[in-house]
């Protein structure tokens, strides 16, 4: 069997940003909604890559521990190494979505095997990046360089969790420190990131979570964090995870907040809400999410409905 996970929830927001930027006359807003669409675009692309990450371990026996898999990913080929514990997984076309398409490689290193399996609590996945990562809809480019690690806290296999194979919960955190991006627009830049995936199937209802788990200054719940194609440092955070579901769909998140913050500027992101803006309550699935930009203590407002 195969699942399509949840993979693009910031993608909505980026496309919506870049038009909320090019509505305002002031070029510091421009460049600000620029920036968190590129925060939103490379969450995105790092979702996408983690998905494949965990499914292709996850789906040889000898590195995973498991006696399964899940299935084939899209738009790229995997190669297994079984005796040294090395996973490498070739990008060639679209992803499972067909939001996004991916070129190159990622080399995926299970570490302390054949000691460990990636079904082990503790387990972690030395992944070296150097993938192209291309969102169809602007066919804005990112190229990713660098070494991210992949941690399973809980043990257990997620795809397993969402293809409704086992219930409980499965949280595998993301870090990586130094990585380099490659913009749209060429300029190249250092970035961070620290955040956890949470796989939930309770009662029957799945669900994906997202979650920072860094602080920086004042700013907690940090995912994200470095300098943009402008040259401005800058700190993203999930101040509240991110949830979405199979009741409403992996494509329309129910709850979650998302700032992305430059100098005395910030982009807010509010998932989950009615068409007013106010957080949908009682059960409802969501309308949508709610834009705010800030600087020096002035507020634009955007509500948009969620286009799948």
Same mark, same amino acid.
């Given at each position: 069997?195969?699942?399509? *996970? *949840?993979?693009?929830?910031?993608?909505?927001?980026?496309?919506?940003?870049?038009?909320?930027? &090019?509505? /305002?006359?002031?070029?510091?807003?421009?460049?600000?909604?620029?920036?968190?669409?590129?925060?939103?675009?490379?969450?995105?692309?790092? &979702?996408?890559?983690?998905?494949?990450?965990?499914?292709?371990?996850?789906?040889?026996? +000898?590195?995973?521990?498991?006696?399964?898999?899940?299935?084939?990913?899209?738009?790229?080929? #995997?190669?297994?190494?079984?005796?040294?514990?090395?996973?490498?997984?070739?990008?060639?076309?679209?992803?499972?979505?067909?939001?996004? @398409?991916?070129?190159?490689?990622?080399?995926?290193?299970? $570490?302390?095997?054949?000691?460990?399996?990636? /079904?082990?609590?503790?387990?972690?996945?030395?992944?070296? =990046?150097?993938?192209?990562?291309?969102?169809?809809?602007?066919?804005?480019?990112?190229?990713?360089?660098?070494?991210?690690?992949?941690?399973?806290?809980?043990?257990?296999?997620?795809? /397993?969790?969402?293809?409704?194979?086992?219930?409980?919960?499965?949280?595998?955190?993301?870090?990586?420190?130094?990585?380099?991006?490659?913009?749209?627009?060429? &300029?190249?830049?250092?970035?961070?990131?620290?955040?956890?995936?949470?796989?939930?199937?309770?009662?029957?209802?799945?669900? !994906? &979570? !997202?979650?920072? %788990?860094?602080? !920086?200054?004042?700013?907690?719940?940090? %995912?994200?964090?470095?300098?943009?194609?402008?040259? $401005?440092?800058? #700190?993203?955070?999930? +101040?509240? $995870?991110?949830?979405?579901?199979?009741?409403?769909?992996?494509?329309?998140?129910?709850?979650? $907040?998302?700032?992305?913050?430059?100098?005395?500027?910030?982009?807010?992101?509010?998932?989950?809400?009615?068409?007013?803006?106010?957080?949908?309550?009682?059960?409802?699935?969501? =309308?949508? =999410? /709610?834009?705010?930009?800030?600087?020096?203590?002035?507020? *634009?407002?955007? !509500?948009? @409905?969620?286009? *799948?």
């Amino acid at each position: 069997m195969k699942t399509t *996970f *949840f993979k693009l929830p910031l993608l909505l927001a980026a496309v919506l940003l870049l038009m909320l930027g &090019s509505c /305002k006359k002031d070029n510091g807003a421009s460049n600000d909604t620029t920036s968190a669409a590129d925060g939103t675009n490379v969450s995105a692309a790092l &979702s996408s890559t983690a998905d494949d990450v965990t499914n292709a371990v996850g789906n040889d026996h +000898s590195i995973s521990g498991k006696t399964d898999g899940f299935g084939s990913l899209c738009g790229a080929t #995997v190669t297994v190494d079984s005796t040294n514990g090395i996973v490498t997984i070739t990008y060639s076309g679209d992803d499972c979505s067909g939001k996004v @398409s991916r070129t190159g490689t990622l080399t995926i290193t299970l $570490e302390d095997f054949p000691t460990m399996h990636w /079904k082990d609590a503790g387990a972690t996945l030395s992944v070296n =990046y150097n993938v192209i990562v291309t969102v169809n809809a602007t066919n804005a480019q990112y190229a990713f360089n660098g070494t991210h690690y992949f941690t399973n806290i809980t043990g257990g296999l997620g795809w /397993k969790i969402m293809d409704n194979q086992s219930t409980g919960i499965d949280s595998i955190k993301h870090t990586a420190t130094n990585f380099n991006i490659t913009f749209p627009n060429g &300029s190249q830049r250092t970035w961070s990131v620290s955040r956890s995936r949470t796989y939930r199937n309770i009662n029957g209802v799945k669900s !994906i &979570s !997202i979650s920072g %788990d860094t602080t !920086i200054g004042n700013t907690v719940n940090v %995912d994200a964090w470095g300098t943009n194609r402008f040259g $401005e440092a800058f #700190v993203s955070a999930l +101040s509240s $995870e991110i949830v979405s579901n199979n009741t409403c769909g992996y494509f329309r998140p129910v709850s979650g $907040e998302y700032m992305h913050h430059v100098a005395n500027r910030t982009i807010d992101i509010l998932y989950g809400v009615d068409h007013l803006g106010n957080p949908e309550t009682g059960g409802a699935c969501a =309308y949508g =999410y /709610k834009i705010t930009y800030t600087k020096n203590n002035h507020t *634009f407002t955007q !509500i948009d @409905s969620y286009v *799948f």
